[in-house]
């Protein structure tokens, strides 16, 4: 079992920055891939970024290139999502996920991937 706490929302404004953070614990040496994924009201689940546990390899979704940062803390069993120049359309509850023994979900930032779900932190941005 793998246990994930989310921490670091809250409110920014239009352009503002947030970091959040995802301490795991657990049997967390199966996981190949980290991710935070979000979900607006109304709206279907969305792979954000994921980070390979086993090197510097980052994958993003479309949406965030260039302006959110995920990184790993391997020594502290964590990951991060820097959010930099946040949009009100950035505006959800986010979740950190850890994946199944594959590969796939680093690549593919698809929820189908992932076996383990943190209870989510929200993240409101207005303009």
């Known amino acids: 079992q793998v246990q994930l706490v989310e921490s670091g929302g809250g409110s920014a404004q239009d352009g503002g920055s947030l970091r959040l953070s995802c301490a795991a614990s657990?049997?967390?040496?199966?996981?190949?891939?980290m991710a935070w994924f979000r979900q607006a009201p109304g709206k279907k689940r969305e792979g954000v970024a994921s980070?390979?546990?086993?090197?510097?390899?980052?994958f993003y979704a479309d949406s965030v290139k260039g302006r959110f940062t995920i990184s790993r803390d391997n020594a502290a069993n964590t990951v991060f999502l820097q959010m930099n120049n946040l949009k009100p359309e950035d505006t959800a509850m986010y979740y950190c996920?850890?994946?199944?023994?594959?590969?796939?979900?680093?690549?593919?930032?698809?929820?189908?991937?992932?076996?383990?779900w943190g209870q989510g932190t929200q993240v409101t941005v207005s303009s």
């Open positions: 996920a850890a994946s199944m023994p594959s590969l796939a979900g680093c690549f593919h930032i698809r929820d189908v991937y992932y076996a383990y």
């Open positions: 657990g049997h967390t040496y199966n996981s190949k891939c």
């Open positions: 980070i390979y546990t086993g090197g510097d390899n980052t």
